[in-house]
């Protein structure tokens, strides 16, 4: 591994935090230490996650909001002491906002079926549309697309520039009195791009849309604010920001919760039930059918302490400088080509890349027996790829625990790759 001369900025102290990690000690093939550059699919968790998920299950353990013996309460406080948690980190104006699902998906997938069943002003019908954007994950554009089937409304969507920006030229005629919905990705998880919330926004509001944005590529890189980017709705996931699997959110302004029909019909989000009807408990309760992923909300509140005490706005600077490494020194590589923005400006944590003609799956293969774990393929981003003239790409993601040797690893991973296919 190639140790860097260049002076990194010491916004935090990487070292001590990767001590926090066990998995980041394990060596891998042929004595090789693990290089850990795939967090935008899913990030590692620290030991502290890791101790609130064993402490629950170990001496905690029970249904929540259904019993009134000593586990059963101590359940429901550690399950509604994560929805505080999470509602102080993202700034929401009450609790009562934030939504525990099983991820973004089920996040963006519960707004989207919302809003077919929902009455006027809200209702999605053939005489609506839809407006979504090229760059998005699967998760913002299949449920959009199901919706608009089964409703008849019309789904159109923004392009992108060369350098893989949204290309915003036609916002007036792509969001038009007919929109009913705008849904974006704050950040893309392909493209690494942050987009602009103020224009997207400003229009949406000119024409009465809801705005609905996928920030599961946003959140757990920087100071977040739930009511400075203007959204109706705000899907995100816990295992990109130190918690575990099985654990989403859903944030929604409150008037909207109050008025918009439940998804998912079962226990606990109810008020009453007879044979012949029902009535719906208050949100978040009534978005909440069933036994919730409880161990994973209350891993999710240990993921936001553990992000808060080490300070967001030192977690965005530390991957910023990473991020401005890593571009410098992978815009070196012969026949590597970045597909997203090549600056460091307004973009995240994701670098996707292509090398040469060969193919990512191999670029990735060759990296694994280095030790050096990437993400290849298309990232559920397939109209990107498609966009670009790319079967697929590899891509590079950090984390709070990333280093300038990690970057200086897979360029030295990347040039065996070169020799390699000759």
Same mark, same amino acid.
């Given at each position: ?94 609790? @009562? !906002?934030? =939504?525990?699902? *099983?991820?973004?998906?089920? &996040?963006?997938? /519960?707004?989207? $079926?919302? #809003? +077919? ?54 916002? @007036? !005629?792509? =969001?038009?009195? *007919?929109?009913?919905?705008? &849904?974006?990705? /704050?950040?893309? $998880?392909? #493209? +690494? ?230």
């Amino acid at each position: 591994m190639t140790s860097s001369r260049r002076g990194f900025p010491g916004h935090l102290d990487t070292e001590a935090i990767r001590k926090d990690f066990p998995v980041l000690d394990r060596v891998l093939h042929d004595g090789k230490k693990l290089v850990y550059l795939d967090s935008a699919a899913t990030s590692q968790k620290p030991r502290q996650v890791l101790d609130a998920l064993s402490d629950y299950y170990e001496q905690h353990n029970a249904n929540v909001h259904r019993g009134v013996h000593v586990l059963a309460e101590e359940a429901t406080a550690l399950y509604e002491g994560a929805r505080d948690k999470v509602a102080a980190f993202i700034n929401a104006p009450s609790r @009562d !906002e934030v =939504i525990f699902t *099983k991820n973004a998906s089920e &996040s963006l997938n /519960l707004v989207a $079926n919302m #809003l +077919g069943w929902a009455d006027e002003p809200y209702r999605v019908d053939s005489d609506t549309e839809i407006v979504i954007t090229e760059m998005e994950h699967h998760s913002n554009i299949v449920p959009w697309q199901l919706l608009a089937q089964r409703t008849g409304a019309k789904l159109k969507w923004f392009g992108l520039t060369d350098d893989g920006r949204l290309d915003l030229s036609r916002i @007036d !005629e792509l =969001i038009t009195e *007919k929109t009913k919905v705008v &849904s974006y990705t /704050l950040a893309s $998880n392909i #493209l +690494g791009t942050f987009n602009p919330v103020e224009e997207i926004a400003r229009r949406a509001q000119e024409v009465g849309a809801l705005v609905v944005v996928d920030a599961s590529q946003a959140v757990p890189h920087t100071a977040f604010d739930v009511q400075a980017i203007q959204a109706d709705f705000v899907a995100f996931t816990g295992h990109k920001m130190c918690g575990p699997t099985g654990i989403g959110v859903l944030w929604g302004r409150q008037e909207l919760l109050e008025d918009l029909p439940p998804f998912l019909g079962g226990g606990e989000m109810i008020e009453t039930v007879s044979m012949h009807s029902s009535t719906y408990a208050p949100a978040p309760h009534k978005f909440e059918a069933g036994t919730p992923p409880i161990a994973q909300a209350v891993g999710l509140g240990a993921a936001v302490d553990y992000l808060s005490a080490i300070g967001m706005d030192k977690i965005a600077a530390h991957e910023h400088a990473i991020v401005e490494y890593a571009l410098e020194r992978l815009l070196q590589v012969p026949d590597l080509r970045i597909i997203g923005p090549t600056t460091a400006e307004d973009r995240g944590a994701a670098i996707s890349f292509t090398l040469g003609d060969i193919h990512p799956h191999d670029v990735g293969q060759v990296l694994d027996e280095q030790g050096i774990a990437v993400r290849v393929g298309h990232h559920c981003a397939r109209p990107v790829c498609l966009r670009y003239g790319i079967p697929a790409t590899t891509r590079a993601s950090f984390y709070l625990y990333s280093t300038p040797a990690e970057v200086d690893a897979l360029v030295d991973g990347l040039e065996h790759v070169r020799n390699f296919f000759g």
